[in-house]
């Protein structure tokens, strides 16, 4: 990996790279590149802990193959509450989407957010860079993103922060070569058949991955399934007709 000209400027000005780690492949592959290029007391892992949705054991696996410490933060409510992804679907009775990731912003981005803002003003330091392991070859959306830019909601007069996407153009192929040529194994999950790692039910995920997560996860499937019934509302579309969590994956609860 050859830093870019930007980046390595931005390293020589002191700026803290935080890197954020969900524990699946690319977070995984971007660490292991990250931590070969940027200098320890420079670089900051960071995790968003989604609580029961998100696969268990995915803690430990980003501790085990990370050598910095992992800064787990939470979304927490005004009354001092955990916000929970099914405690938001509960409360809005709706789903999030693709075009409304209420999830992503509230439980991922603002937490993570908060913490660089707080970290960068602990450590006296004015230059943050946002490292995410997002990756082109994932959708066509993504792939018109920029993998480098300002980001100018989050920087004031004190701060400059950044968003830098490290692996943006690695195939998946090379990230999964990243992480052997680190002397690692990704999560569990993907040798047992998961094509990608977020939430366990995740709305962007592929059927495959959700029966995956059915399976693994019967308790909270049936809670997910529930909730649907509850609130009246599906997480995925058929077309332009709902439909509902049992049919979409194909497993009923008993």
């Known amino acids: 990996m050859n830093l870019p000209a930007e980046i390595a400027g931005l ?7 935080y890197c954020s780690h969900s524990g699946g492949k690319d977070s995984q592959a971007m660490y292991a590149l990250l931590q070969d290029f940027i200098p320890d007391d420079q670089l900051v892992v960071v995790h968003a802990d989604l609580g029961e949705v998100e696969w268990t054991g995915v803690q430990n696996h980003i501790v085990t193959n990370t050598r ?28 999030p989407s693709s075009s409304c ?23 006296g330091a004015s230059i943050a860079v946002n490292c995410m392991g997002i990756r082109a070859e994932e959708s066509s959306a993504r792939a018109k993103k920029q993998s480098f830019q300002y980001n100018v909601s989050e920087s004031c ?21 990243v992480i052997r040529d680190a002397g690692q194994e990704p999560f569990w999950a993907y040798a047992d058949g998961n094509e990608r790692l977020s939430c366990v039910f995740c709305i962007m995920g592929s059927i495959n991955d959700l029966r995956h997560g059915a399976i693994c996860n019967p308790d909270l499937y049936r809670r997910y ?22 049919d979409h994956v194909g497993i009923n609860i008993s």
């Open 11 to 17: 390293v020589q000005s002191g700026a803290i790279f």
């Open 101 to 123: 990731r209420q999830c992503t912003s509230d439980l991922k981005r603002g937490p993570i957010f908060k913490f660089i803002r707080n970290d960068l003003k602990q450590r």
């Open 68 to 95: 910095h410490l992992v800064n787990v933060v939470r979304a927490i409510k005004k009354n001092g509450e955990v916000k929970t992804l099914l405690g938001m679907v509960e409360d809005r009775g709706k789903w």
């Open 225 to 246: 399934v529930e909730l649907e019934r509850k609130i009246g509302h599906t997480m995925f579309m058929r077309g332009k007709e709902p439909i509902n969590l049992e």
């Open 157 to 177: 007069r004190s701060r400059d922060v950044y968003n830098w996407m490290p692996i943006f153009d690695l195939t998946t192929e090379q990230v999964f070569q």
